[in-house]
């Protein structure tokens, strides 16, 4: 399945995990995480998080990396390679491969659509990196502040062009340029936010937020809905969405070991969820405000308690710097997902003049949704509808479709200790019932994860 659209290998382990890590880390990590965690039992829900990073590292994660990298290429051909069962009476060429191909739609969409609505929000922080290097950010109501833009149309236009058009020049040379840039973009959010975590714990009443954080009421787990929104942060702080993280996965090297090189993405994924945690929470605490306040913590709380701190403007243009790296990083993996897929289906297409089309598309719809009235529907409707199906269908389709050999045979490729039936097991009847209970969660009671 090479086609003339693939670029290249990622050169090392370690920035291939820099560059799934930073896929990985976003807004889901660095507001979504304080937020949830703060409004579902601090240590308690922090205990059920680690259980479900830890399964769905372990099973999901690799699973991934492993149709990617059997399939050599994205979204599209991994599910067409999955369903194609090749048994007697059905064609190589059709047969079900031409059901997991039209399936593979729905999670590339959810790819696309994620990122038409996650470069809106990025354009905000691009906003808040321009006024904290002024230091008007420094003087003003960030309530009001924050108000003036995020309500009203096309106020965050010429930043919103350069996030979708800076992103997609990063992407001319494929996986060499992801693995390039996030060799700097991710150890630089690490510390960057250890510098702030480390400010933060000389803030009068952190200790408290400290407390809260690590303290596990146990009570707590017995309420299902802490497992529940537990086990969503689990699945998008990884990106096993049934299509982002394949098409890293294409690009891996055969020798690398996949469940490695997943573990190692979600031990990286967890620090930085937990080092946000750690500066957003107790400065909450700190100052006496809504620990599960979402994107308010980042433009309206973050600012006003930096507004009264010594050299308050220069972490603020620390703590937009780590954001922009954040996001742009995940936006990289989105729009690589789609473009390698189109690529895959239309191999005429140059590189060129699909990174031009998904500009278009995104900028295109994007900047009609730029108010945050408009962009939470939007980001309701992927979060509630496109993403969790398209998980589901993922998970379903490398655990009861795709035989098993052929998956066990790609994730022992590599490995020092082969997976036996204790892993394919904990794929089946655990990570799968999961993912399926997750997207009835969201589907029914209208969850937005």
Known sequence: MEHKGKKGQFSSSWGFVLSAVGSAVGMANVWGFPAKMGSNGGGAFLAAYLIFIA??????????????????????????????????GLSQAGGLSQVGSLLGWLPLAGSMCIAVGYAAIIAYVLKAFASSLSGSLMTVDTALWFESFSTADYAVLPFHAVVVVGTLLTLLLGAKSIEKSNQVMMPLFFIIFAVLAVRVAFLPGAAEGYRYLFTCRWEELLDPMVW???????????????????????????????????????????IAALVAALVMIPACFAYGLDVGAGPSLLFVTLPR???DIPLGRLFAVILYTAMVFAGVSSLQNMFEAVGESLLHRFPRLSRKVMLAVLCVVCLGIGIHMEPIFKWGPWMDIVSIYIIPTGATLGAVSWFWVMRREDLMDEVGRGAKRLPGRLWYNLGRYVYVPCAVLLCCVALFMQVAF
């Open 305 to 307: 308690i930096l507004q």
């Open 55 to 88: 399964l769905f590292s372990v099973v999901g994660l690799t699973a991934e990396y492993a149709v990617g990298r059997r399939a050599r290429t994205g979204t599209l051909g991994a599910y067409e390679m999955a369903w194609d069962t090749r048994k007697k």
């Open 228 to 270: 529940i929104w537990a086990m969503g942060q689990a699945f998008f702080s990884l990106s096993i969405t049934g299509s982002g993280m394949i098409v890293y996965g294409a690009y891996l090297d055969r020798g690398m070991d996949v469940g490695a090189l997943a573990r190692q993405t979600a031990l990286f994924d967890t």
